[in-house]
């Protein structure tokens, strides 16, 4: 997860709060106790690995990380831009941000939320 530096003292106690909420209602469900169980019970580290990832990676990459990252993407010259990814534009077709020169990508948040709402500029309408 990347935060400018200058957005770090705003943003970054709201991410991490978020995060905070995330793992408590993971706890309070029971997911906590299956993870160790798969691994000191079932000695199966890929599937805790699969349901930590399901249960608490993505959440907190999608719904605490998100909003920031959205507001950082905008619409320039008929392709989306993100200041987090400098050099890097949305390819919507493979799913990825590409750099310019198409020989390189990386697998971060879509540039606006999947149902399609965003403002004029680009950026999400409806945090999360």
Request: aromatic content about 8%; hydrophobic content about 40%.
């Amino acid at each position: 997860m990347i935060i400018l530096t200058a957005d770090q003292a705003e943003e970054l106690p709201k991410i991490v709060s978020e995060i905070q909420k995330i793992i408590d209602q993971e706890t309070a469900a029971g997911t906590m106790k299956e993870i160790s169980r798969l691994i000191f019970s079932k000695f199966d580290v890929d599937q805790a690995m699969d349901l930590a990832a399901e249960k608490l990676a993505r959440p907190a990459f999608e719904k605490a990380y998100g909003p920031y990252f959205r507001k950082k993407c905008r619409l320039q010259e008929g392709k989306y831009v993100c200041d987090l990814l400098p050099g890097m534009t949305w390819n919507e077709e493979n799913g990825v941000w590409m750099a310019a020169d198409g020989m390189s990508f990386t697998l971060m948040l879509p540039p606006i939320q999947r149902d399609g709402k965003e403002k004029e500029n680009g950026n999400q309408e409806n945090h999360e």
